[in-house]
């Protein structure tokens, strides 16, 4: 067995979880329940991210202290996530205490080893995001309330990693993907990189963890946060746990994140001697007219509201077959609906249906038995198996949509071999043959429902259990128990109407 550690974004605790945030934090748990099926060890890592100065002035206009503010706000995330049925194995806070002395023990040590310096720094700040920018930054226009500064901070020597870094992307193919976003990182990696200032005076920002040399400041937002992915497991505290898990396999996030992970985060480790992650994945962004779907904008759905109307797999099902790993895709209530109905109710539900009606009107709601395979029959046996192999190799190669696609069209064959060979005139002459088609059918339709498991963990469960079957049986042909009573259910997929 090996480990597989996957963590997503701290999301920031102020905003309402958006379908954004639900995509990155679904697509990790259908990774990690695929990785499970592989046998591997794997550990799930979500969280808030709750510090800063959008979170103080939150608390301040409610008139609640910050922890009261944040206590209150994470259960969003947390309930939307149980209502998508999200299976991480940890939640971190950054304001868990855990996390707070793990920050503070590396910027204590990242201090002492003279790589944290104190400096009077003018410059340029956007109030927005929180950061200094640079000249070229301010110009390119995408920040927001910029102000010049001139104070005394502390700052992280990241400038003296640049040509490590450099090295490392370059020879570490599959550190940053897909390609263009490593190519995007190394072409920002040609102009200069400045250390990074890693501290706010308490005058300015008080809600944050205070730096350990000295009381007047806190730490930067993201020097604070990107800790979380190996402080939540065991850093400097739970040593064999540590090293069991990191190097993380996977950070996973959208490409609006690339260089704090690709540049901050791998310099920062880089000056504890630590390991690097072995694979940082920027997905797209989901637009709303072709703009980008965020708070700020006002233009955001929430994910509750659609899983509370259709139901959670069908909005795990809409954002992983809709979005193709690494480009951008528009969110549209018409095409969620034409997906849903083309796919889930159609073809699949479809299926469910007929194959269950069947049985219970000829069979005494028992799985029939098998008699001898025809030529027909032989072909679905292949061209499941065919689509089967190519699923699970789409899903190792995270082109999930496309293992979709592979799975759903198992359903489209059972529905074509049924019109073939019409179990329901059959079963009057030969009671067999229509068994022996029925029994494919079903098989089939296990197999292709365990492939989707990971996506649609509902109703794929409710499917198998009526099979007296589970997501983690094997998927080969033989598998299903003849003669077994089942429970008949109903209209799993009921069509949208508009
Ligand atoms: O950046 N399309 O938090 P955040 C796709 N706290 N994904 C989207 C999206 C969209 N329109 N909008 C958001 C932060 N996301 C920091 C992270 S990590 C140590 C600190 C997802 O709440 C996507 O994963 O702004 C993106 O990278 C993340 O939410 C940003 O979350």
């Known amino acids: ?37 592989q046998n591997n060890d794997v550990f799930f890592l979500t969280g808030t991210d709750e510090h800063g100065q959008k979170v103080q002035e939150a608390a301040e206009k409610r008139n609640v ?20 049925n999200i299976d991480y194995d940890y939640f971190i806070r950054t304001t868990d205490e855990n996390h707070k002395n793990r920050v503070k023990e590396i910027l204590n040590n990242l201090y002492k080893t003279g790589e944290i310096y ?44 640049k040509s490590k870094i450099i090295k490392h992307i370059e020879s570490n193919e599959n550190f940053i993907l897909p390609k263009s976003r490593r190519n ?40 604070d ?8 497991i065991g850093y400097n505290r739970d040593h064999k746990k540590f090293n069991y898990y990191w190097p993380a396999d996977y950070h996973l996030m959208a490409k609006d994140i690339l260089t704090t992970h690709c540049v901050y985060w791998p310099t920062m480790l880089m000056a504890c001697n630590i390991t690097l992650p072995k694979t940082i994945f920027a997905h797209g962004w989901w637009l709303m ?11 955001v759905i929430k994910p509750l509201e659609l899983a509370d109307k259709y ?10 077959r809709n979005m193709v790993l690494g480009q951008d895709s528009s969110f549209t209530i018409s095409s969620f609906n034409e997906r849903y109905n083309s796919d889930l109710a159609n073809d699949y539900g479809n299926l469910v249906n007929r194959i269950f009606i069947l049985i219970s009107k000829n069979f005494n709601n028992m799985i029939p038995t098998k008699g001898e395979l025809d030529l027909i029959d032989n072909q679905l046996i292949n061209n499941v198996e065919k689509s089967r192999d190519l699923a699970l190799s789409n899903y190792n190669k995270l082109k999930i949509h496309d293992g979709i696609e592979n799975s759903i069209s198992i359903f489209r064959l059972i529905n074509k071999f049924l019109e073939d060979k019409a179990p329901w005139k059959t079963i009057k002459k030969d009671k067999i043959l229509a068994g022996t088609t029925i029994y494919l059918s079903a098989e089939a339709l296990r197999i292709g429902t365990i492939l989707l498991y990971p996506i649609i963990p509902e109703k794929s469960k409710l499917i198998l259990d009526s099979i007296e079957s589970s997501h983690k049986d094997k998927i080969t042909f033989g598998e299903l128990k003849e003669n077994l009573t089942i429970k008949i259910i109903k209209n799993i997929f009921p069509r949208i109407e508009n």
């Open 311 to 320: 139901g959670s797999d069908a909005l795990r099902y809409y954002l992983m």
């Open 289 to 299: 007219n072709d703009t980008k779907m965020s708070k700020s904008i006002g233009n």
């Open 1 to 37: 067995m090996s480990k597989f550690y996957i963590t997503t974004p701290l999301y920031y605790v102020n905003d309402e979880p958006h379908i954004g945030h639900a995509y990155t934090t679904i697509l990790a748990d259908v990774i990690s329940r695929i990785k499970k099926k």
């Open 65 to 84: 202290s910050p922890k009261e503010h944040v206590d209150e706000y994470v259960t969003r995330f947390k309930n939307t996530w149980k209502k998508l």
């Open 184 to 223: 995007e990182i190394l072409g920002f990696l040609k102009n200069d990189l400045n250390d990074l200032c890693i501290s706010r005076p308490k005058s300015r920002l008080s809600w944050g963890i205070e730096l350990p040399f000295n009381k007047d400041y806190v730490t930067y937002v993201w020097f």
């Open 225 to 232: 946060a990107l800790i979380n992915y190996i402080s939540a």
């Open 118 to 161: 104190f400096d009077e720094y003018e410059g340029l700040y956007s109030v927005s995001e929180e950061r200094f920018i640079t000249e070229k930054e301010m110009e390119e226009g995408s920040f927001r309330e910029i102000k010049k500064i001139k104070e005394k901070n502390y700052f992280f020597k990241m400038s003296k990693y």
